[in-house]
């Protein structure tokens, strides 16, 4: 709710604004409704396209969180575990950690079988990390394989993913070059309509002019000076642009993130595995040996050897999915892929032979 009041009392609390709204103010108060109206509508409707914008991307932004992990499994004194929400655990508490779980907290590995885990949330890789005894696992991860015993070091906004949470959550408004051009003119010209109201005042209190047609004329003289229809023209064109991208599923921050888009002029985006599918497809087989029959044994050994190697490989799974099952054969051996061999293998029975 704090959040939401921020941003309220930014785009109500600029002074064109607030100048403005205390002219509708008076023009009510003397019974003016028409022309209070008048004057206010616009820089309202303005205003109000502003806080959308801002309250789409908080919640948006709210939806990024990286502690997601409802509940952790903590390892009792007699050696059993209990489940709760993640929020309660403590530093010092030792928890279990099993394949497809989110992890809730920073912790050390304390005994571990084969843990692997996705840190893609933290670090972009989306290839699954190999977790050792005493290697440090961080929240916002996730468990792809293996299990564990982790003693938890840090929690909630302590942990890496707290932090960068927090980071991604400060909003700092800055206005682009177009915006801080408006501003400039719309300043100058605001003092400037002060200035005339001030002489507007004097000269028609000195006639004797009675208090309606006074604000009346000082109203309008402002009005006319300040251009804000310039504000909402520019908002209505910022907005327009919004929705296009919001129509290919991208929510920008703020509007001004149109502007600031055009004047990119150079652009880093992520890489797959995050950003795009972690999917990895065959698409084609080229062969060096032209002769038929043997590239139809050189696809069955393919075949055999992604089926053979392609659990833990995502490689192996996409030649797996891409190929037949060639038939009878037995499987004699298995090489699991290794980064650090930046290979796999298998050795088979099949066609009356052992291939590797």
Partial sequence: MKDFLIILGRNFGSPIVIAILILATTLLVLGERRDAFFISAVITVNTLFAIVQEVRAKLALRKLELLTAPHAQRQLPDGTFEQIMYDLLCTGDT????????VPADGMVV??????????????????????????VYAGSSVVAGGALLRVTAVGAATKAGTMTATLKRYSPQLTPLQRAIWRAITLLTYGALGLAALIFVVYYASGKDAITIFKTITSGAVTIVPEGLLLASSLLLAFGS???????????????????????????DKTGTLTSDVVTLETVEFFDHNPKRQVAIRALIAIAGRATGDANATGRAIASATDDPGMHRI??????SSARKMSGVRVDYGGKTQT
């Fill in 111 to 136: 005994d571990g079988t084969g843990l692997e885990v996705d840190e893609s949330m933290l670090t972009g890789e989306s290839a699954a990390v190999e977790k050792d005894t005493d290697a440090t």
């Fill in 332 to 337: 004699l051996d298995t090489l699991a892929f």
């Fill in 95 to 102: 928890i279990r950690l099993q394949t497809g779980d989110e």
């Fill in 243 to 269: 929705l296009k991208l919001a129509q290919a599923r991208v929510l920008p921050q703020k509007l001004s993130a149109i502007e600031a888009m055009a004047l990119l002029n150079v652009l880093c985006v």
